[in-house]
Nanobody
Framework: QVQLVESGGGLVQAGGSLRLSCAASGRTFRSLNMGWFRQAPGKERDLVAAVNWSGGSTFYADSVKGRFTISRDNVKKTVYLQMNSLKPEDTAVYYC????????????????WGQGTQVTVSS
């Protein structure tokens, strides 16, 4: 497993941008898929974006395609989520996760989690 720490959340107006970062520790980071999930109050924790171990394959939920970009730096052991054109419905706690299973999978495919960072988009 790896240890994950998210940062970069905050309050932003609709139409604005934020960049989330997830710093990892542990020797296995380079071999793991990385995902960003989000969970709004009373809702399930859903996969927003994911990137495979090399950065060569990505996945995006339909709700964020064209607005969010996931990337990773295996030297810095960090994964990023650039969020543009933010909407109030993007408001949630965002979690970074690592796993070796299906890149597009559910929470079960990811077994290391960060503590989460709050993103609030005001209208």
């Amino acid at each position: 497993q790896v240890q994950l720490v998210e940062s970069g959340g905050g309050l932003v107006q609709a139409g604005g941008s934020l960049r989330l970062s997830c710093a990892a520790s542990g020797r296995t980071f380079r071999s793991l898929n990385m995902g960003w999930f989000r969970q709004a109050p009373g809702k399930e924790r859903d996969l927003v974006a994911a990137v495979n171990w090399s950065g060569g394959s990505t996945f995006y939920a339909d709700s964020v395609k064209g607005r969010f970009t996931i990337s990773r730096d295996n030297v810095k052991k960090t994964v990023y989520l650039q969020m543009n054109s933010l909407k109030p419905e993007d408001t949630a706690v965002y979690y970074c996760a690592a796993g070796a299973g299906d890149l597009k999978g559910t929470r079960k495919e990811y077994d290391s989690w960060g503590q989460g960072t709050q993103v609030t988009v005001s209208s």
